[in-house]
């Protein structure tokens, strides 16, 4: 184990890092191609450059179009059946009718990105010799998305994805990334990247914020010769603060102050909890409670999507639901006075993303499609918008 001397010295090398605020600039991502060490390649590098000069601002009929997409599908959502274990309760979600979403009976005409993986279909490198706040996507002949809290493993450093992301076919895409693993940049380690699990839904709702709040101080997307990757930044001081609070809560420490370690040590005590949710079909959604209480809602185009990611989902509450275990028998949250969220729960907070909805931020991802950023009254959230249909939402409960 290296001594925290050594820890502190890496990490106040790291190239990139943003510690305070939400503007710290990311070296070299502005300037001319970089010489590759490892990662991508020169050519790479100034195709992603080109792309984030050459993105344009939505259309009011588009902006309009994806409002309407995204209200269609939030509307008209009903629980499928109701799941409890221990306190966790999983609601999987289906539409009342189509709602925008892809046609049940055909295969999604995109690859999620651990079947990506899997396949060989996409590779995520450092970007030249690596920076923190960001990572390249190199996918093959088939479009891949990765969905915000998707995490990868390996580089330099393993990274939570800040947001959902549709990427084409043959092309490298920059994507925003936050470190979870304080403790690691090794220079020498191999560039490439393998697809970790999915991040809990706590962690998922503070990067959201983090994101959302650098959109609205940002004012406007992608602005012409700006790299739009800035644009969907989070906070990575408050995220290495909040796995150190973690590890207190857990009693365990990682060498790296790595989160995935820490999800590794509760897998004993997750696996049986995470067993008792089965996947029903047709669903395309989940919501999610611990605690008592609603904490978010996570909606998909297509079945097929929901029961590819259900594992990896049920996973992500499950982690939830411990933390907030934890976080109880410490003191920092209040007890537990019901197991169940009450009936009005998944309405309220729908209808409180319907009513975000005209004063949401609408603007292109960096890849392909909008990224819509919505905030009210105890709401916060996001969508990924690609030809007309929403691909990917989350919601997440604000406490007042």
């Known amino acids: 184990m290296a001594s925290p001397r ?12 943003i510690t305070r605020g939400l503007f710290a600039p990311s070296p070299g991502l502005n300037g001319p191609p970089r010489a590759s060490q490892g990662g991508t390649t020169t050519a790479d590098d100034a195709a992603m450059d080109e792309d984030s000069r050459t993105r344009s601002l939505p259309t009011p009929a588009q902006v309009q179009a994806a409002r309407d997409a995204l209200r269609t599908a939030l509307t008209g959502l009903h629980p499928r059946v109701t799941l409890e ?10 539409p009342a009718g189509a709602a925008g979403r892809l046609a049940p009976d055909a295969p999604p005409p995109y690859l999620i990105f651990e079947q990506a993986v899997a396949g060989g279909a996409v590779e995520v490198r450092e970007i030249g010799s690596g920076t923190v706040p960001s990572v390249a996507a190199t996918t093959k002949d088939r479009p891949v998305v990765i969905f915000a809290g998707d995490t990868i493993t390996g580089g330099k450093q393993n990274r939570v994805i800040n947001i959902s992301v549709w990427l084409s076919a043959g092309k490298v895409t920059q994507l925003p990334v936050t470190c979870l693993e304080h403790g690691r940049w090794d220079p020498g380690h191999a560039a490439r990247f ?12 503070m990067v959201n914020f983090q994101v959302s709040e650098q959109r609205r101080r940002v004012h406007e997307f992608a602005a012409p010769g700006a790299p739009a990757v800035h644009a969907f930044a989070a906070d990575q001081g408050a995220v290495w603060a909040e796995i150190g609070r973690r590890e207190v809560r857990a009693g365990r420490r990682s060498g790296t102050a790595a989160l995935h370690e820490l999800w590794q040590a509760e897998a004993q005590a997750a696996r049986p909890l995470a067993s008792a949710f089965p996947c029903p079909d047709g669903a395309t959604g989940l919501a999610v409670a611990v605690g008592g209480r609603l904490v978010a809602v996570e909606l998909f185009d297509h079945p097929a999507t929901l029961a ?9 509450a499950v982690s939830a639901h411990l933390d907030h275990r934890r976080a109880v028998a410490a003191g920092s949250a209040p007890a537990t ?19 975000a909805l005209d004063g949401a ?8 499609g909008l990224d819509l950023r919505l905030s009210g009254p105890r709401i916060a959230g996001s969508a990924l918008v690609h030809d007309g249909h929403v691909v990917h939402a989350e919601l997440f409960r604000v406490m007042a």
């Open 6 to 17: 050594a820890a502190n010295q890496r990490r106040r090398s790291y190239p990139g890092v």
């Open 85 to 94: 274990r221990d306190g966790l309760v999983l609601i999987p979600l289906q």
């Open 194 to 205: 393998g697809a970790g699990r999915k991040a809990d839904y706590a962690l998922r709702s």
């Open 308 to 316: 590819a990611s259900w594992p990896r989902l049920v996973e992500a």
């Open 337 to 355: 006075t019901h197991r169940y969220p009450d009936p009005g729960a998944l309405g309220r907070m729908v209808g409180r993303a319907v009513a």
């Open 361 to 368: 931020l609408y603007g292109p991802s960096v890849g392909e």
